[in-house]
């Protein structure tokens, strides 16, 4: 099973890459728990959400506010119904051209072929930093 999640993982990745968004919603559980970085009041797309819809959301804001130069998974390893992804990126802030970037690292949990839950960790005080400038 942990290979099939790996493939299912990258596979949204890719739709991620080709802009679409509705596969990954498709992807998740109705109440999927999703959690990037720190709090919503120190940078857009921070915090806990719960639900397609608050994900769907989320994708928006993370549209809405930033400019990538990269986004880049890089490396995929499993264990029981978990898929953790080592990756990084930088981007450019669209309301004050400030560049930031961090390595980070994606939990994804994966149970009867949907994400249950994601949860990201990454450098909060330079995107916080970078959002307050």
Known sequence: ???????????????????????IIAGLASDVAWHSGGRASDFP??????????VQDFFKTIGENNDFEH?????????ADKVFVL????????KNRR???????HIFTVRDGKVTA????????LAAEAYRG
Do not use: C, H
Request: hydrophobic fraction near 45%; glycine fraction near 8%; charged fraction near 20%.
């Open 1 to 23: 099973m942990s290979s099939a999640n790996i493939d299912f993982v990258q596979s949204l990745y890719a739709a991620y890459a080709k802009g679409d968004i509705a596969t």
């Open 45 to 54: 797309g921070f915090g806990p959400r719960k639900g397609q819809s608050a």
């Open 71 to 79: 986004f880049s998974p890089r490396a995929f390893y499993a264990d």
């Open 87 to 94: 990756g990084d990126y930088a981007l450019t802030l669209k």
């Open 99 to 105: 560049k930031f970037a961090s390595d980070w690292v």
């Open 118 to 125: 994601f949860r990201e960790f990454l450098d909060t005080a």
